[in-house]
């Protein structure tokens, strides 16, 4: 059965808006490689624990290393911390030393905005964790399975609401959006955060929530990494069952335009404890579509669920799981595998994918003769997500969404090697191809904050939506110099 992270890593078998932000891609490195300065002011418990990496550390390479391969920054420095209190002395020190920062936890930035060539501050360290009764108080360097692990041997069948993949951060995935196999029972990640710790750009502590700095809590649900580095954060946690069922079953391509209409009428109204991915994928011959999902229950109650609108399409298809087993079942693995070089666009529906999107689609899979795959996901939202108004919080993609598509590329080398020659090649056929569905597929031009793309011009819009004029404002509230500022950071307004 294949996997949800199968759909992403074996895909590839087969403009910035003024900020005045540098790209995580390198370009700016003669900014520090000629002249490191003297780092011997950094904070002590840093850099006399070993926690200090310079390029010509022996870990210098494992420590630069993030998930896109694509992705082939070398910082000057890259910090990593293990309190809070580093964070912010790392902060302070670096505005007295006019370096530049980004922020890591899991490094699986699709356009790798936690790098730079300056001082990369890593939070991956920061692993405190306290289980109350309705939430638990975490760091922000958790990864989601080690995370899962820990709630249900704090507690069994206590979860909280994270993505497929393992070994991403779960505070950057929170803070993005945070759409995962219990957002539509529970809310996306970002609707169950009750609090946060942040440091700002002066290397002060701030609590953001809806008593204590409000705005800066609205703006950071949504608007992530642009005003300071969380640190900490409350979030609400779930009770699961102790069984979930999930399903798979993969068709010929030249069904596409029978099940694609019947998938859109389906999870437009169905049950909160349904989630589903629908895929295209393959290339030529080897072109096909999935129905995948999940369901919070037994094998049993899911066919019920299912069999109104599928019949017996799923018997014999579906497998009943633990919790933490289906963990891994999405993840690929116990371990999650290296990925290949990727890049990814992202778009909401807000009615069907029609039969002209669908025919697209289907013709860019069977005649795709390039050296790299294509992988067209459909993530179901609708349920509690499109309860939740608007302008609540900075995430702003609710009410009239059906689901979120990702086209995902994937091709090439697994290590992080500089250029490839296809990078500048997939980029502007993904330019294409979304230019294409814009004007075929009933695509909204909307776009999924976590799924950072830099081929497109109109992101700020895309992703923020009418939310963006206050972020803005809020930007220059919390962060008036712009100082957490990379390529696709909130802009500051207008002058």
Not at 88 to 102: E, G, L, P, Q, Y
Not at 241 to 267: E, N
Not at 283 to 311: E, K, N, P, V
Request: proline share 4%; hydrophobic share 40%; aromatic share 10%.
């Amino acid at each position: 059965m294949q996997s949800r992270r199968d759909f992403l890593r074996l895909a590839g078998a087969f403009a910035l808006l003024g900020t005045g932000c540098a790209a995580a891609d390198g370009s700016d490195v003669d900014v520090l490689a000629a002249d490191l300065g003297d780092a011997s002011t950094f904070p002590a418990s840093v850099r006399t624990s070993g926690r200090l990496i310079m390029p010509k550390s022996a870990t210098y390479t494992a420590a630069r290393t993030v998930e896109n391969p694509r992705i082939d920054v070398k910082p000057g420095l890259i910090a990593f911390c293990n309190t809070e209190e580093e964070v912010a002395a790392s902060v302070t020190w670096a505005r007295a030393n006019a370096r530049k920062i980004t922020v890591r936890s899991g490094g699986h930035n699709y356009e790798g905005f936690s790098m730079n060539s300056d001082l990369v501050i890593d939070v991956s360290g920061l692993k405190n964790f306290h289980l109350g009764t309705d939430t638990m108080t975490i760091g922000s360097g958790w990864k989601q399975g080690d995370l899962a692990a820990r709630l249900f041997a704090a507690r069994p069948n206590t979860a909280a609401v994270m993505g497929s993949c393992k070994s991403v951060a779960f505070s950057g995935f929170s803070l993005g959006g945070g759409f995962g196999f219990l957002a539509r029972k529970f809310g996306l990640g970002v609707d169950n955060i009750v609090s946060l710790r942040v440091v700002n750009a002066e290397g002060e502590i701030l609590v953001a929530n809806a008593q204590e700095n409000p705005e800066l809590f609205w703006a950071m649900r949504g608007g992530g990494g642009s005003f300071g580095v969380v640190t900490e954060m409350e979030v609400r946690v779930h009770t699961v069952p102790t069984s979930v069922t999930t399903f798979h079953r993969q068709f010929p391509i030249a069904q596409a335009a029978d099940l694609v209409p019947k998938w859109f009428a389906w999870v437009k109204d169905m049950a909160p404890e349904l989630v589903s991915i629908m895929s295209m994928s393959g290339a030529s011959t080897s072109a096909h579509i999935s129905i995948s999902g999940q369901f919070l229950g037994s094998q049993a109650d899911c066919m019920a669920a299912l069999q109104a609108t599928w019949g017996t399409t799923f018997v014999g298809y579906s497998t009943q799981r633990t919790f933490l087993d289906s963990l891994d079942h999405w993840n690929g693995g116990k371990v999650s595998a290296k990925s290949s070089r990727f890049r990814a666009r992202s778009d909401y529906y807000l009615k069907p994918l029609n039969a002209e999107g669908i025919a697209t689609i289907t013709r860019v899979l069977v005649n795709n003769k390039d050296p790299w795959g294509f992988a067209f996901l459909f993530d179901s939202y609708g349920s509690v997500i499109r309860d939740v108004p608007a302008d609540s919080m900075a995430f702003a993609h609710r009410k009239d969404v059906l689901c979120c598509l990702q086209i995902f590329m994937s091709w090439g080398n697994a290590q992080m090697n500089g250029t490839n020659p296809l990078d500048a090649r997939t980029a502007a056929r993904l330019r294409e191809i979304a230019g294409v569905l814009k004007s075929s597929g009933n695509v909204s031009g909307q776009a999924y904050p976590n799924y950072t793309d830099l081929t497109r011009d109109d992101w700020a819009t895309a992703y923020y939506g009418e939310n963006l004029p206050r972020l803005q404002q809020a930007k220059l509230s919390f962060d008036a110099t712009n100082y957490f500022c990379f390529a696709q950071s909130i802009p500051m307004p207008a002058a």
